[in-house]
Each structure stands twice: as structure tokens, then as C-alpha cells.
């Protein structure tokens, strides 16, 4: 498996455009994290799915921040309207989700989002 | 709930000498507890992980962590740091309340000095 995938990796955007970040979760995981790693905030958990169904979002910033998981490869992280203070690297995780020893997450590269 | 506290923001060993990275956790119901590492421009790797069974936890790069109940904490040691252990480490908990949700630590990053 080529492990979890996301994209871009790179994104440089103007303040208040729509910035869409991208990944496809590893064949068979079945929960899946969207986080966003700051030097000030460190590593913030914003929202997980399970079984394509958001479980918790209360780590989302605000209205302007949306994740959708419309099947069990592929999921979306929007913003809009985008502002600076949305830089940072967004990492996308997956994991099995079962009882035992599964729950390890594998993490995709992240995209470093720059907002100007 | 669960939390995961790492003491120490920046730690700094001699090359050789002993890691030792500090974890303390609170959940709720029995944790899955997990120490990752990042290297710079990467995402995170699992270095190691506690589920049920022994508590002293072998990883990868000569890196152990002991579960102690007793103390909410996992630990994350190694006998002689290397250079190329240079990182940042995360320590994590999982429950299952309701889904598995993972928490992170804030991270130490290590230091290693020739």
C-alpha cells in the first residue's frame, strides 16, 4: 500500500480564496483524522471520521473550516474564506479503528498551507 | 477524556548519552498509548505502542517505553542518543469512547549535541 496520501503538498493561496486539501486514507482503515501542526498550537486534532461519518468536529476552528468523507478513500478539507492565520501543515491519519492493536495511525505528509 | 502531557517542550542529550522524554496521560477508559516521531518536512512515524500485556514496550531505534498505571505515565527512553535521533516526539493516547480518537501530546523536541 502506498500508505496515506495527500494533496498538494504545498499550497500558496491569497487571503479569501477557497483553499481544498486533499487525501485518500490507507484500502481497509476505517477511521480517519484531519490535524493541523502549528509552532504555537503544536499538533491540534480538528476532526475524525469513522466510517465515512464525522465523529467529532469539535476541534474545528470555526464555520469557515469543512470536512467531508463522501466514501471510504477519499476525504476534503476546506477552507473558505482563507486567512493567514490558517498557515500551517494539515495532516491527514488514518487508522483501522478496532479494539486491539490497530489503532496505530498512519500519517500522510501533510500539505504546508500558506496563506498571504 | 482523554490528555496527554509532555514535560518539556526542548530536551538536549550529549551524543551517548541516556533520552529520557516524559509522558503522563488521563483517559478515561483503558488507553492505547503510542510515542511517534518527526523527522523535519515528514509526517509522523509510530516508534512505538502500548495496547494490553507487557508494559515495557520495545520500538524501533533501540527506543523503550514502560506503561506504569500507578503514575498515568509512558515514558520514552534510550540508552545512548544518536545523532540521528535529532527530532521531535509525540506522545499519544487513544480510548474507545465512542470511536477511537487520538490525542497528542505538544511534543519535546531532542536535541543532540557531537
Known amino acids: 500500500d502506498a500508505g496515506v496520501i495527500q494533496s498538494p503538498r504545498h499550497e500558496v493561496t491569497e487571503m479569501g480564496q477557497e483553499v481544498t486539501l486533499r487525501c485518500k486514507p490507507i484500502?481497509?482503515?476505517?477511521?480517519l483524522f484531519w490535524y493541523r501542526q502549528t509552532m504555537m498550537r503544536g499538533l491540534e486534532l480538528l476532526i475524525y471520521?469513522?466510517?465515512?461519518?464525522?465523529?467529532?468536529d469539535s476541534g474545528m476552528p470555526e464555520d469557515r473550516f469543512s470536512a467531508k468523507m463522501p466514501n471510504a478513500s477519499f476525504s476534503t478539507l476546506k477552507i473558505q474564506p482563507s486567512e493567514p492565520r490558517d498557515s500551517a501543515v494539515y495532516f491527514c491519519?488514518?487508522?483501522?479503528?478496532?479494539?486491539?492493536?490497530?489503532?496505530?495511525?498512519?500519517f500522510g505528509q501533510g500539505t504546508r498551507l500558506t496563506v498571504v | 477524556a482523554q490528555s496527554v502531557t509532555q514535560l518539556g517542550s526542548h530536551v538536549s542529550v550529549s551524543e551517548g548519552a541516556l533520552v529520557l522524554l516524559r509522558c503522563n496521560y488521563s483517559?478515561?477508559?483503558?488507553?492505547?498509548l503510542f510515542w511517534y516521531v518527526q523527522y523535519p518536512n515528514q509526517g509522523l512515524q509510530l516508534l512505538l505502542k502500548?495496547?494490553?500485556?507487557?508494559?515495557l514496550v520495545k520500538g524501533i531505534n533501540g527506543f523503550e517505553a514502560e506503561f506504569k498505571k500507578s503514575e498515568t505515565s509512558f515514558h520514552l527512553t534510550k540508552p545512548s542518543a544518536h545523532m540521528s535521533d535529532a527530532a521531535e516526539y509525540f506522545c499519544?493516547?487513544?480510548?474507545?469512547?465512542?470511536?477511537?480518537?487520538?490525542?497528542f501530546g505538544a511534543g519535546t523536541r531532542l536535541f543532540v549535541k557531537a
Open positions: 502500548y495496547t494490553t500485556g507487557a508494559t
Open positions: 491519519a488514518s487508522t483501522l479503528g478496532h479494539l486491539g492493536i490497530d489503532t496505530e495511525a498512519f
Open positions: 471520521f469513522n466510517n465515512n461519518v464525522p465523529i467529532d
Open positions: 483517559s478515561s477508559v483503558p488507553p492505547y
Open positions: 484500502s481497509g482503515h476505517n477511521s
Open positions: 499519544a493516547v487513544t480510548g474507545n469512547t465512542g470511536g477511537f480518537k487520538t490525542i
